[in-house]
T-cell receptor
Framework: AQKITQTQPGMFVQEKEAVTLDCTYD???????LFWYKQPSSGEMIFLIY??????QNATEGRYSLNFQKARKSANLVISASQLGDSAMYFC?????????????????FGTGTQLKVEL | NAGVTQTPKFQVLKTGQSMTLQCAQD?????MSWYRQDPGMGLRLIHY???????DQGEVPNGYNVSRSTTEDFPLRLLSAAPSQTSVYFC?????????????FGPGTRLTVT
């Protein structure tokens, strides 16, 4: 089974509108973390937001928020007030466990990504 | 503070050649990883390290070797390049000092094997 599933290969959104990028995950580890990364056409990986499995509140970072629904195993990224510069590939990723025995939290499993295009 | 650096940025190899992709970080992070990115497949973990002298295999380790003799450096060796290893390679580092274990990525190396 896929550990991280992103079902939207491509999305379009109009400038200034909000958009939700879907991510579902699968793990039996009670301790895990979920990340969203942005990859613009220049190729670098840019960290956006993080949600820990024990965090009580949904994470927010500026215009980015993570809609974390633990029972449904979903961690959707919400971008408010889209800008042209938000056009990029977006990856959801999961870290399972923590500490040296599980790879020090340095083992991320990535989804296949969602290509977001912001239009005028 | 340069963060995570990778060299070279681009490389073309012939089938059967060997080479080393360099990765260095100056953040004193204990954890480092190598990923490859292929079209439509996201990033996949090749090898990772939880400290100097300690490495382990990820999801797609075949054809690659790593070693970690210092905290700063984590080179990736291609033993005998194959066209299937044409990809973009990312090195990343993280630290448990940040509770998130957020990974900092290098700029990537685009490798073509002909």
């Amino acid at each position: 089974a896929q550990k991280i599933t992103q079902t939207q290969p491509g999305m379009f959104v109009q400038e200034k509108e909000a958009v939700t990028l879907d991510c579902t995950y699968d793990t039996s580890d009670p301790s895990y973390g979920l990340f969203w990364y942005k990859q613009p056409s220049s190729g670098e990986m840019i960290f956006l937001i993080y949600q820990g499995s024990y965090d009580q509140q949904n994470a927010t970072e500026g215009r980015y928020s993570l809609n974390f629904q633990k029972a449904r195993k979903s961690a959707n990224l919400v971008i408010s007030a889209s800008q042209l510069g938000d056009s990029a590939m977006y990856f959801c990723a999961m870290r399972e466990g923590r500490g040296r025995l599980t790879g020090g939290g340095n083992k991320l499993t990535f989804g296949t990504g969602t290509q977001l295009k912001v239009e005028l | 503070n340069a963060g995570v650096t990778q060299t070279p940025k681009f490389q073309v190899l012939k089938t059967g050649q060997s080479m080393t992709l360099q990765c260095a970080q100056d953040m004193n992070h204990e954890y480092m990883s190598w990923y490859r990115q292929d079209p439509g497949m996201g990033l996949r973990l090749i090898h990772y390290s939880v400290g100097a002298g300690i490495t382990d295999q990820g999801e797609v380790p075949n054809g690659y070797n790593v070693s970690r003799s210092t905290t700063e450096d984590f080179p990736l060796r291609l033993l005998s390049a194959a066209p299937s290893q044409t990809s973009v390679y990312f090195c990343a580092s993280s630290s448990r000092d940040r509770g998130t274990y957020e990974q900092y990525f290098g700029p990537g190396t685009r490798l073509t094997v002909t």
